[in-house]
């Protein structure tokens, strides 16, 4: 799983000084007889991954939004900036808001993902948008998108994974090491 991880999962804190894993990962390895299935679940949603980078982020932001999921957010701001997302993009994304200049496919994948997070039944109309947007296929990778990141959410809130702060020892995020390095 680590090594996995410092290969494909970039930008946010996700271990301890001690090497110790943050994040969804510590309940993932604490519980196996059920971590084991969310963490090939979660590597077949990296593996497999096709939807456009901003779209699939605005997804997983909708998603944490709608889970409040604090480290969920903090890890996917990071990503989503890297992949493109504009920070007023990404911060009405966080706050539970969609933003008024989301291109069509981020409409769609936020429409998609928030009404899915909310625990709301997707109507036909925002089904087939997303279709006409991504396809038959990168629809249902969205769709599977967000009931991932809905249980790395859950696990999340429910081992109360806050995010990575001084108190821990670790940096908020690569920039706050940065500005660190320069005072």
Not at 114 to 125: D, I, N, V
Not at 132 to 158: K, M, P
Request: hydrophobic share 45%; glycine share 10%.
């Amino acid at each position: 799983m680590s090594g996995y991880i410092a290969e494909h999962l970039k930008g946010f804190v996700s271990r301890r000084t001690d090497g110790a894993l943050i994040g969804p990962f510590a309940p993932m390895l604490r519980f196996p007889a059920f971590g084991r299935a969310a963490w090939i679940y979660t590597k077949a949603l990296i593996d497999n991954a096709s939807l456009p980078k901003a779209a699939h982020e605005v997804a997983i932001l909708a998603t944490g939004a709608a889970m409040n999921s604090r480290y969920e957010l903090y890890a996917h701001e990071r990503v989503g900036e890297a992949a493109g997302l504009s920070n007023e993009k990404i911060a009405a994304i966080a706050a539970g808001q969609r933003p008024a200049d989301l291109t069509e496919e981020e409409q769609s994948a936020y429409d998609v993902a928030a009404t899915l997070a909310g625990g709301r039944q997707l109507p036909a109309s925002t089904y087939g948008r997303a279709v006409r947007a991504f396809g038959e296929d990168q629809t249902a990778e969205l769709i599977y998108l967000v009931g991932g990141y809905c249980l790395v959410s859950l696990l999340l809130n429910a081992y109360d994974m806050s995010v990575p702060g001084r108190e821990e020892g670790l940096p908020d995020d690569a920039r706050e090491e940065a500005a660190g390095d320069r005072s």
